[in-house]
């Protein structure tokens, strides 16, 4: 059983940066692709980025792109995302989540999840 711990959140000014870190254990978590959700009060969960198990690719909504940037460490069991020019739409719970083969933007595919961690940003 792999368990995801999150960890980075915390309150930001507009136009500011954060950088989330997601430390997997428990199993292979190597073999697993990972990506990070955001969920607010007023959204349902929506993906926000996605990287392959190899760390090779990666995916971004369209409204994180050229903002966030999302990497691994197979080394080290860990994925981050770091933010920049955050926004207050960026406010929100980030979760990691993983899932065998590859990353989807649909999260009922994910069999693993962490427990959040809170970004807010004031504008």
């Known amino acids: 059983q792999v368990q995801l711990v999150e960890s980075g959140g915390g309150l930001v000014q507009a136009g500011g940066s954060l950088r989330l870190s997601c430390a997997a254990s428990?199993?292979?978590?190597?073999?697993?692709?990972m990506a990070w959700f955001r969920q607010s009060p007023e959204t349902e969960r929506e993906f926000v980025a996605g990287?392959?198990?190899?760390?090779?690719?990666?995916y971004y909504a369209d409204s994180v792109k050229g903002r966030f940037t999302i990497s691994r460490d197979n080394a080290k069991n860990t994925v981050s995302l770091q933010m920049n020019t955050l926004k207050s739409e960026d406010t929100a719970v980030y979760y990691c989540?993983?899932?065998?083969?590859?990353?989807?933007?649909?999260?009922?595919?994910?069999?693993?999840w962490g427990q959040g961690t809170q970004v807010t940003v004031s504008s």
């Open positions: 990287i392959s198990i190899s760390g090779g690719s990666s």
């Open positions: 428990g199993g292979a978590s190597t073999n697993l692709a």
């Open positions: 989540a993983a899932k065998r083969f590859t990353w989807h933007i649909d999260p009922t595919r994910y069999d693993y």
